[in-house]
């Protein structure tokens, strides 16, 4: 089975992606790295399948997506709703966040994200996909 995950095709844009993080992936992104939350790493700029997600914690299937105004017109919404559709199909859970909302209010956001990471099923070690109930 080819893997879904990190496709070398998307490698240069990841990159790219990590330099250039705006400054509500920033604030996040000093919340979430060094498993500062629930002692679960996190990645940014993470690919699954052709989508470069914003977050994500490999350990219970968490996406984190930092939403801004480029997300408000009915194209971008339908993108988004086809891509967390894809996710969810592929056992992700996707957590959506304005960006306002990373920069006015960080400890509502981590606390959501807590909740998340606390009420997700972790995967079984070494059988990719299968939820441990």
């Not at 939350?37 to 997506?65: N, T």
């Not at 996710?87 to 959501?112: A, E």
Request: glycine fraction near 6%; hydrophobic fraction near 35%.
């Amino acid at each position: 089975m080819k893997s879904i995950y990190n496709k070398k095709i998307l490698k240069e844009i990841r990159r790219e992606l990590r330099r250039n993080l705006t400054l509500s992936e920033e604030i996040l992104w000093q919340c979430l790295n060094n498993k500062q939350v629930e002692g679960k790493k996190f990645f940014r700029q993470y690919s699954v399948g052709p989508y470069i997600l914003d977050f994500y914690c490999p350990k219970v299937r968490l996406a984190i997506e930092l939403d801004g105004e480029s997300h408000l017109p009915k194209d971008k919404k339908a993108y988004d709703t086809e891509r967390t559709k894809y996710l969810k199909g592929n056992n992700i859970k996707v957590i959506r966040f304005w960006n306002d909302k990373v920069v006015d209010n960080i400890n509502g956001v981590l606390s959501r994200i807590t909740s998340a990471v606390q009420d997700a099923p972790l995967k079984v070690r070494g059988v990719r996909g299968v939820m441990k109930s």
